[in-house]
């Protein structure tokens, strides 16, 4: 299985930083990534496919990028609304794997 | 708009079945893999079935055996089929529609979630 390794597992930001999460595969997948925004009590939501190609409707202040092994998303100026946690998924090859998790808290 | 709604989550004992249910519309649901999550409590997401477009399926290790993804594109609608269930087992399951037909995750699509508690 591949094994989705997150960074940090938790950061506290203020409005307005810059915030980067960082997501290694055990071995390469590619650009077969995901990035996904969670809520308490709220299904996850996609924000990053391929790597670095934004989902429609998501704000241009997500940012994905990496390739192989290492991944990065990148969020350029954080608002009120994102704060969640965040997880990566490599669908490479089964089982789908999930990263674990990152929770974005308010400083 | 694309929807999906899953029903069938409730307590049920140890090593007992349950059938979870996922209607889905707003989109051609013949033509696109839905992946099963769950979500323990207080827990990450973690990948539990794939079922792709020709009828395909896939499993996690923790489940197969037990668990069986079905689908009919008659009604629009996803089944897993759970067998000898674990206390393990209790989370709130999703069904996630695949982004492009032909893929297998990059869900775009997520239902709201239904809670399956096994317990005595």
């Known amino acids: 299985d591949i094994q989705m390794t997150q960074s940090p597992s938790s950061v506290s930001a203020s409005v307005g930083d810059r915030v980067t999460i960082t997501c290694r595969a055990s071995?390469?997948?590619?650009?077969?990534l995901a990035w996904y925004q969670q809520k308490p009590g709220k299904a996850p939501k996609l924000l990053i496919y391929a790597a670095s190609n934004l989902q429609s409707g998501v704000p241009s202040r997500f940012s994905g990028s990496g390739s192989g092994t290492d991944f990065t998303l990148t969020i350029s100026s954080l608002q009120p609304e994102d704060f969640a946690t965040y997880y990566c998924?490599?669908?490479?090859?089964?089982?789908?794997?999930f990263g674990g998790g990152t929770k974005v808290e308010i400083k | 708009e694309v929807q999906l709604l899953e029903s069938g989550g409730v307590l049920v004992q140890p090593g007992g079945s349950l059938r979870l249910s996922c209607a889905a519309s707003g989109f051609t649901f013949s033509s696109y893999a839905i992946n099963w999550v769950r979500q323990a409590p207080g827990k990450g997401l973690e990948w539990v079935s794939n079922i792709n477009s020709g009828g395909g399926t896939d499993y996690a290790d923790s489940v197969k055996g037990r668990f069986t993804v079905s689908r009919d594109n008659s009604k629009n609608t996803l089944y897993l089929q759970m067998n000898s269930l674990r206390a393990e087992d209790t989370a709130v399951y999703y069904c996630a529609k695949s982004l492009t037909s032909g893929w297998y995750g990059s869900c775009d699509y997520w239902g709201q979630g239904t809670l399956v508690t096994v317990s005595s």
């Open positions: 071995q390469g997948i590619s650009s077969s």
């Open positions: 998924e490599q669908s490479k090859r089964f089982p789908l794997t």
